[in-house]
């Protein structure tokens, strides 16, 4: 029977991390949602852009949870890029043309209507992950094993 040492991952900041991921899906799963359903024809790419933003917060929340295994921490870092990279974009996009983005999405306005924690939030992610990288992530692959 083998036994793991307990992880410190998921305590302290890496849990608040987790849990404002959580909130951040939910919240993006439920405006786009209602965006989608009620007036998707308003805003086709402003409300998908919504439900990106939903599936690639629920996508970055699962990944932290299970990031102590190499693939996940990986699943980790490209969600969270992405992320960065969405807000960036967008909400680059949402103030030099606006008529794209007259109905907002999350990332408008670099996340504005979400307090801009949409713009913060990949920040902290990267940092986390640069400062909690799992034990077999950090070990070179040795030759011949």
């Known amino acids: 029977m083998s036994t793991t040492a ?69 699943v980790a870092w490209v969600a969270i890029v992405f992320e960065l990279t969405g807000v960036l974009v967008v909400g680059l996009l949402s103030i030099l043309m606006p008529a794209l983005f007259q109905h907002e999405t999350v990332w408008s306005l670099f996340g504005r209507g979400y307090l801009f924690i949409p713009l913060v939030l990949p920040v902290f992610g990267i940092w986390w992950l640069r400062t909690h990288r799992p034990v077999d992530a950090a070990r070179p692959l040795e030759v011949g094993a």
Do not use: C, K
């Open 6 to 74: 307990p992880t410190t991952r998921m305590t302290g900041i890496g849990r608040v991390l987790v849990i404002v991921y959580a909130v951040m899906a939910l919240a993006a799963t439920g405006r786009s949602f209602v965006q989608i359903v009620r007036r998707f024809d308003e805003a086709p790419l402003a409300y998908s852009l919504s439900a990106l933003a939903a599936v690639v917060y629920i996508l970055a929340t699962l990944a932290l949870v299970l990031a102590r295994r190499r693939g996940w921490y990986t």
